[in-house]
């Protein structure tokens, strides 16, 4: 039997009228990749965000590792092991790309407070998103490939049991795409859970066991991704009829 890391019970975030995401029970196998679906406006970073405290609940409870987090400071989360990226990448600026990856590691799960001891972390960490030799440049001079990699670099610092990725191969081109898909791939072979919001179908699918599905703060879809992609409500809300002609016309053929 598979151990549930993390799970939800009636997730709701309403801002006054406007209900982001409404009653979402979801639970996150340990060691799995499970995907975040949506067209825009679902509430798919909403829903990210109120796992790791960034958003407070209006309703319903979040549980990692059968204990109760939601509630707790956004550190206080990512210190018992779980940390994300952000769709809008914004480094601390006036840094060097060394000095914003060790932000991460001192406040993450191996509680590091020595600030040393977070910079040696962060060469080897640098090493794995291919940002090594770009340790000492500044992170205004970054492109948008370097700084996605960036943000997954300052979340890999802490350490984490469960990765909330949100949207990280967006802007990508296709080789970047790919390398960014096998490093996901490789940090869930060492174990890590991952989360992961992403708009590129070919990602998503590619990586990801399971799939949820949001459409206006609603869970309408959960299961393997070729069994969701084959749902009409899904189709409907999201992948449209483009998609569905074009699944139809591949069946045929």
Do not use: W
């Not at 939601?70 to 914004?90: C, D, M, N, W």
């Not at 096998?182 to 699918?205: F, P």
């Amino acid at each position: 039997m598979r151990e549930v890391i993390l799970r939800g019970v009636g997730v709701t975030k309403h801002f006054g009228a406007l209900k982001a995401v409404t009653g979402v029970d979801f639970e996150v196998f340990r060691g799995e990749v499970l995907g975040i679906m949506g067209p825009n406006g679902a509430g798919k970073t909403t829903f990210l965000s109120l796992i790791n405290g960034t958003l407070p609940l209006t309703r319903g409870e979040i549980y990692f590792k059968d204990k109760k987090i939601s509630g707790l400071k956004p550190y206080q989360i990512a210190e018992r092991g779980i940390s994300r990226t952000f769709q809008i990448v914004k480094p601390f600026p006036g840094m060097t790309v060394l000095e914003n990856v060790s932000i991460g590691a001192l406040f993450g799960k191996d509680n590091i407070k020595d600030a040393c001891r977070a910079r040696e972390k962060t060469r080897s960490i640098l090493a794995r998103v291919s940002l090594d030799g770009k340790e000492d440049l500044r992170v205004e001079n970054l492109n948008i490939s370097e700084r996605k990699r960036l943000e997954l670099a300052r979340a890999l610092a802490m350490d984490p049991e469960v990765l909330l990725l949100d949207e990280v191969m967006a802007g990508l081109n296709s080789a970047e795409v790919e390398s960014i898909m096998r490093l996901i791939a490789e940090l869930n072979a060492e174990g890590r859970t991952i989360l992961i919001i992403e708009h590129v179908m070919k990602a998503i699918m590619g990586v990801s066991h399971r799939v949820i599905v949001l459409h206006h703060g609603e869970k309408i879809a959960e299961d393997e991704p070729g069994v969701v992609t084959s749902d009409e409500r899904v189709i409907s809300a999201y992948l449209g009829e483009r998609y569905a002609k074009m699944r139809g016309k591949n069946a045929q053929g």
